[in-house]
């Protein structure tokens, strides 16, 4: 069973940084891909920034220059650095992670909080 970890939230002012970090009990290069999604409250989760397998990222338009998301195959982890904060970066962050074969199966991590406020 596949068990993702997350850390690193925390709360920081605006214009400030954090770096989450997913640890993965299972071999990330085993996934087809990895992201990072967000919650605020009221609001549904969406995604916020992937890389898939290949290394390829994506990231959506509102964190793009801001925003970086890694992986590193030697220590299971995949991490989202997050420079230049905003207070609507506050939300719940969660690692998210999935396999393709035999067939899609999705893992969740339990979630961080990440708060920007002065």
């Known amino acids: 069973q596949v068990q993702l970890v997350e850390s690193g939230g925390g709360l920081v002012q605006p214009g400030g940084s954090l770096r989450l970090s997913c640890a993965a009990s299972g071999t990330v290069s085993r996934f087809t891909a990895m992201g990072w999604y967000r919650q605020a409250p009221g609001n549904p989760r969406t995604v916020v920034a992937t890389i898939t397998s290949a290394g390829t990222t994506d990231y959506i338009d509102s964190v793009k220059g801001r925003f970086n998301i890694s992986k590193d195959n030697a220590k299971n982890t995949v991490d989202l650095q997050m420079n230049s904060l905003k207070p609507e970066d506050t939300a719940v962050y969660y690692c998210?992670?999935?396999?393709?074969?035999?067939?899609?199966?999705?893992?969740w991590g339990q979630g961080t909080q990440v708060t920007v406020s002065s």
């Open positions: 998210h992670a999935y396999t393709s074969f035999p067939r899609r199966f999705d893992y």
